[in-house]
């Protein structure tokens, strides 16, 4: 076989290989619009009870109602996760930049979790925000940051719904500027958990995993999704953790100066 042949040969494979992830995402895609429908019907039927078109409702039946309504939304930002890995899978991830201030996402951030830490016990603050103004996609490292704090609360506290406030120990969201060869910022989510034992780690990013010790929420879909799109912006997510000592993931993405 010549080389030309097998130059052929491989890019025919190639080729076969992007047909089909991106009938993938179609058929995900099309698959989510299909279930999405009947649940955003369902979400609207019980805000309607909610709201008392439908007679009052017992406190017991609007407790019912309202964790129907969660059960809704986990419903569907599982579908969204699996329709955004299919994306990212396909190479389908798109960037948006545009200059902005690292240390008011971040705030953005914390803000947004705060209830969710509060919930759990667990205190959610700042560390450092001397990341600077850059210019990279201020809507994707919001996403990316999402993600780990969320993770944080649920995994790396000791705390649960109805824990005393601070129980549940610290989750630290900072951004800090790094200089060298390279100059990237630096955000990083801290927790004082459990940690994750090392011959776990490598599982982390890996869709459909969740670690042996973790809680069963979810499609573990979150952190591979976070790396697909940390490595759109040319960086990456990495994890620093060790069994009782906690865990930080960092992003980290080149130091763009805003304009």
């Given at each position: 076989m010549t080389e030309s042949t097998e130059l052929k040969e491989a890019q025919a494979g190639n080729q076969e290989i992007e047909l089909v992830r991106e009938s993938k995402v179609r058929l995900v895609r099309a698959f989510s619009h299909d279930i999405k429908n009947p649940l955003g019907a369902a979400d609207g039927f019980?805000?309607?009870?909610?709201?008392?078109?439908?007679?009052?409702?017992?406190?017991?039946?609007?407790?019912a109602v309202t964790r129907i309504r969660a059960s809704i939304a986990t419903a569907l930002s599982i579908i969204n996760n699996v329709v955004e890995f299919a994306r990212a899978e396909a190479g389908q991830i798109e960037i948006r930049p545009s200059p902005f201030a690292t240390d008011s996402l971040v705030r953005e951030v914390v803000a947004e979790h705060g209830a969710a830490a509060e919930a759990a016990g667990v205190t959610l603050a700042t560390g450092p925000l001397d990341g600077g103004r850059i210019t990279s996609d201020a809507v994707r490292i919001h996403q990316i940051l999402g993600h780990l704090v969320s993770n944080a609360i649920r995994y790396g506290g000791a705390g649960g719904e109805g824990v005393a406030p601070g129980a549940g120990g610290t989750v630290t969201v900072s951004a800090t500027l790094e200089?060298?060869?390279?100059?990237?910022?630096?955000?990083?989510?801290?927790?004082?958990?459990?940690?994750?034992?090392?011959?776990?780690?490598?599982?982390?990013?890996?869709?459909?995993?969740?670690?042996?010790?973790?809680r069963k929420e979810g499609t573990g879909l979150g952190l591979a999704i976070s790396r697909h799109i940390a490595r759109a912006l040319s960086g990456d997510v990495i994890v620093d953790s060790a069994t009782g000592r906690g865990s930080t993931f960092t992003l980290r993405i080149p130091a763009v100066p805003a304009a």
């Open positions: 019980a805000q309607l009870m909610l709201d008392g078109l439908m007679g009052d409702l017992s406190d017991k039946q609007q407790d200089t060298g060869d390279l100059s990237r910022v630096l955000f990083t989510v801290t927790d004082e958990g459990q940690g994750i034992p090392e011959d776990e780690q490598h599982l982390l990013f890996q869709e459909f995993q969740r670690l042996q010790g973790g």
